[in-house]
């Protein structure tokens, strides 16, 4: 009967240490050693105070991504604010050039999947940019 309160125990312990990651930090550097974790742990029990310190940090760390996140986000929607759409018009025109340039050439030396037919199309635009 001992044998399996003392088990229970036992496995209670490894839980409250799966729950307090920092206890193991410190028994491997050498600070504490498990018998003396495990007597505190049994005498005092898992409420009390001086565990605070060794429990995970998981919840300042969820709130730190989050306002990340809200940081984040509020410095994209900043730059979207104070772009010049005139400004980005005219360099997707001119990487549009730059494209059809360097299609052209492809076509040119023949190095396009097709082989070697030059393409007959005219004028052809990887994109179709109207001006209203």
Known sequence: MSTK???TSIQQFKE?????PKLVQEVRKGQKEWQEVFEDWYL???NDIIWNQYKEEKA???GNEEEDKVDFMSQMLTAVKKM????VNHHISN???TITTIQ??????????G?????????QHPFSFRKD
């Open 60 to 62: 300042e760390e969820a």
């Open 84 to 87: 010049d759409m005139n400004q």
């Open 115 to 123: 082989g070697n037919k030059p393409s007959s199309g005219g004028n």
């Open 95 to 97: 990487m549009s050039n």
């Open 104 to 113: 052209q050439l492809f076509d040119q030396f023949g190095l396009t999947k």
């Open 44 to 46: 005092l029990g898992e």
């Open 16 to 20: 409250f240490v799966k729950r307090h």
């Open 5 to 7: 309160k003392s088990h």
